[in-house]
Nanobody, 121 residues
Framework: QVQLVESGGGLVQPGGSLRLSCAASGTIFSISVMAWYRQAPGKERERVAMIISGSTTNYAASVQGRFTISRDNAKNTVYLQMNSLKPEDTAVYYC???????????????WGQGTQVTVSS
C-alpha cells in the first residue's frame, strides 16, 4: 500500500508565499512522475505542475514563473514553492504520483488527501 501525505497549506495574503510538501510512503520501487493539481470551488481539477523522474518540469500557464516544483528522490517527496500568490490561486491542492511498487509492474496512480490554500487579505 502507498500513501501520499501533503502538508504546508494555509492562509496567506496576496503576494505572499507558501511551500507545499508531499511525502510518499509504503511499498515503493520507483516513482516516475510527481505532480500537483488543484481544485477551486465550482471548478474542475487542473494540473498545476509536474516533474518527471529527474528534473523535467511542466507548469500551467497561470502559475509559470511564480511556482516551482522540485523533488527529493531519496525521500520520495515532492515540493511546490508558491510565490506571488493571488486570490485566484485559492483551492485545494492535491499531490499525485505514478508509482511502481515492484520491478516490472505497471505504475499505479495515487492521490493525496488534499491541502487547502487560501489567498486572501
Amino acid at each position: 500500500q502507498v500513501q501520499l501525505v501533503e502538508s504546508g497549506g494555509g492562509l496567506v495574503q496576496p503576494g505572499g508565499s507558501l511551500r507545499l510538501s508531499c511525502a510518499a510512503s509504503g511499498t515503493i520501487f520507483s516513482i516516475s512522475v510527481m505532480a500537483w493539481y488543484r481544485q477551486a470551488p465550482g471548478k474542475e481539477r487542473e494540473r498545476v505542475a509536474m516533474i518527471i523522474s529527474g528534473s523535467t518540469t511542466n507548469y500551467a500557464a497561470s502559475v509559470q514563473g511564480r511556482f516551482t516544483i522540485s523533488r527529493d528522490n531519496a525521500k520520495n517527496t515532492v515540493y511546490l514553492q508558491m510565490n506571488s500568490l493571488k486570490p485566484e490561486d485559492t483551492a485545494v491542492y492535491y499531490c499525485n504520483a505514478l508509482i511502481n511498487q515492484r520491478f516490472g509492474a505497471p505504475p499505479n496512480n495515487y492521490w493525496g488527501q488534499g491541502t487547502q490554500v487560501t489567498v486572501s487579505s
